[in-house]
Every structure is written in C-alpha cells, then in structure tokens.
C-alpha cells in the first residue's frame, strides 16, 4: 500500500475513533447545541444588522430576504421544483442556512486541532473567516441566477460581507463561549 495511502487511512481510523469517542460521552449532542445555538444568535444579529444598514441607505428592510428568496426560487427552479420566491422563502432560507453553518463550524473547529477554541477572540476571528469564505460561492450564485447588472452585483457583495461580519462575529463568540463553558463543566 503506498505511504499516502496508509495516511489517509490512519486519518479516517482517528476521524471515527473521535465521532465514536463523541456520540459515547454526549460531546456530539452538546456540540449540535452550541452550533444550534451559535448559528441562530449570528443569523440574528446579522439581520438586525441587516435591517439598519437597510434602514440608513433608504432601502426596504426585506430587500435581502427577497433577494435571498428570487434567487432560491430561480435554483430549484432550474431543478424542475417550482417555488414562490420573495422574502416568505428567503426568511426561511435565510435561517436555516445560518443555523446549519453554525453547527458545521462546530464540527470543524471540534474536530481540527489548529481551529480548537481556546478563547473567544479566536472564536470571533474563525468565525467571521468561515462565514466570509463559505459565502462567496453562495452570493455568487445569487448574482448568477438573478442574471444581476454589474452595480447591482457590487452593492450585493459589499453589504453581504459587512452582514457577515456580524453573524461571524456574533456566531464565533457564541459558540466559542458555549465549547469553553461545556468543557469546563465536563472537566469536573
């Protein structure tokens, strides 16, 4: 077997000794909850966030919800799945993305050593990377679906990135704060 492969497989024994070694003392419930509990304060405070940088450039306060949702709509659509896009699916869409994205920054930062949380300022910073990072494919896709003008497409991507500042900032702590606090209580 060649040497790349036996690292690999070394990889996945040590990935599936940690999942069963999580599932078995309760870390893997506590981490859903943090990231639960991280993505949902994020998604939040980046639409109240959202919300008053709406309010101070004169635009309605639902824009991104609508945005969000023509554009979920244009997708499923080109999948054959008919939906009614607008700000009902872009709120939903909008949510559930923040909380999945707050439990699969648990999972990486649970799971790579060089992303452990040892403080909150490392918390936020991860955070605000992560989000920024895994956006971009999906506001790209946005702009490619709406067949978006070039402005439309800059004032997109420049409020996106300060609205994300704040769900990764807030996201980070959060869960940064809720590993810390589980692990100390579990150290016990």
């Known amino acids: 077997m060649h040497l790349r492969n036996r690292q690999t497989l070394g990889i996945v024994r040590e990935s ?4 069963e070694h999580q599932l078995s003392s309760g870390l893997f ?4 909850i943090v990231g639960l509990a991280g993505g949902l304060a994020g998604t939040i405070a980046m639409h109240v966030f959202g919300v008053g940088i709406f309010l101070v450039m004169g635009q309605p306060t639902s824009i991104s919800f609508s945005i969000i949702g023509d554009a979920a709509a244009s997708f499923f659509a080109r999948l054959g799945v008919e ?13 559930l993305l923040g909380i999945a994205l707050g439990v699969t920054f648990v999972a990486l930062v649970s799971r790579i050593n ?7 300022k490392k918390g936020v910073g991860l955070g605000i990377l992560y989000v ?20 439309a497409t800059a004032l997109w991507f420049g409020v996106s990135v300060v609205m994300h500042l704040a769900y990764g ?18 150290r016990r």
């Open 132 to 151: 920024e990072v895994l956006s971009l494919p999906l506001l790209a896709l946005a702009t490619f679906v709406l067949n978006m003008a070039a402005a």
């Open 16 to 19: 599936q000794r940690h999942v």
């Open 83 to 95: 939906l009614a896009g607008g700000s009902p699916l872009g709120m939903v869409v909008f949510y």
């Open 29 to 32: 419930t506590r981490d859903i």
């Open 169 to 186: 900032a807030v996201m980070g702590a959060v869960v940064s704060y809720g590993l810390r606090s589980a692990s100390a209580v579990t």
């Open 114 to 120: 060089a992303f452990r949380l040892d403080s909150i």
